[in-house]
């Protein structure tokens, strides 16, 4: 059966525009055309389109589930079938971490609406399904075994949830008054930006590691070339990334 894209988009939940940028691509291409030249997926594109969605959800950029499809159309990447089983045991590891997550949340919430007492289990339960893992590879990757990074392991280690609440308000806080200025068209070099980035500084110093002026430049050009920082960065505001790390350069200055 062949779907128009505007068939596939209601069936799929995919928008049309959505559609028209994988055909573009050359991800999801339709394999034929109407008589009055409308575009028409046949059952091979629709399980194409899944393929992509699943690559989508597991975390790959466009370009490299390009060359994930194309490799598997030249045979390289075993069957279909094998992809398929393959995408689907990646995804029931997923849903694993997910509902551990969701375990650890309604743990939290049990012990915010109660009121009570912390206890070692209660700990626990909070902090399941977390891939502290992921994280600490990521330290490392930036810092190696520095002692920068053994002074963080250290301090946090004994961190409880009043630490880490505070910690997280302090940041909030910082992050909200460099928004407003960035909003309001001030300049890296600003005074006022200048006295946040001094304040941002001090919080990586009292919560973390000695960051010195240089350190913390350091640091603040990995908020624009590591994509994980940048996308972190700008949940703030568009383009927070490199108005912070333009501040925190301007006041090396």
């Not at 055309?33 to 091979?44: F, M, T, V």
């Not at 961190?159 to 806080?173: F, M, N, P, S, T």
């Amino acid at each position: 059966m062949a779907f128009t894209v505007g068939e596939l988009a209601k069936l799929t939940g995919v928008t049309v525009r959505a559609l028209h940028h994988y055909d573009e691509l050359g991800l999801v291409r339709p394999s034929a055309r109407s008589d009055a030249g409308y575009r028409l997926y046949d059952d091979a594109d629709v399980m194409r389109l899944q393929q992509v969605l699943v690559y989508r959800e597991l975390g790959l950029p466009l370009e490299q589930i390009a060359a994930v499809l194309e490799a598997a159309a030249d045979g390289r990447a075993g069957d279909r079938a094998d992809a398929l089983r393959g995408h689907r045991a990646a995804l029931v590891e997923k849903r694993g971490r997910l509902d551990a997550m969701l375990s650890a949340i309604d743990a939290a919430l049990r012990l915010e609406e109660g009121k009570t007492a912390m206890q070692p289990d209660d700990v626990k339960s909070m902090f399941e399904g977390f891939d502290h893992a992921q994280y600490e590879a990521e330290a490392k990757e930036k810092w190696g075994d520095g002692e920068a990074w053994k002074e963080s392991a250290r301090r946090t280690k004994g961190y409880g949830k009043a630490e880490w609440e505070q910690i997280r308000r302090d940041w909030d806080a910082i992050y909200a008054r460099l928004a407003e200025l960035m909003r309001e068209g001030a300049a890296p070099d600003d005074p006022r930006c200048k006295g946040m980035v001094e304040a941002h500084r001090a919080h990586i110093d009292r919560w973390f590691y000695p960051c010195s002026p240089e350190m913390h430049a350091a640091v603040a050009e990995m908020y624009v070339s590591d994509p994980r920082f940048t996308a972190n960065f700008e949940k703030v505001a568009p383009g927070f990334a490199q108005f912070l790390r333009d501040a925190i350069v301007a006041a090396r200055s």
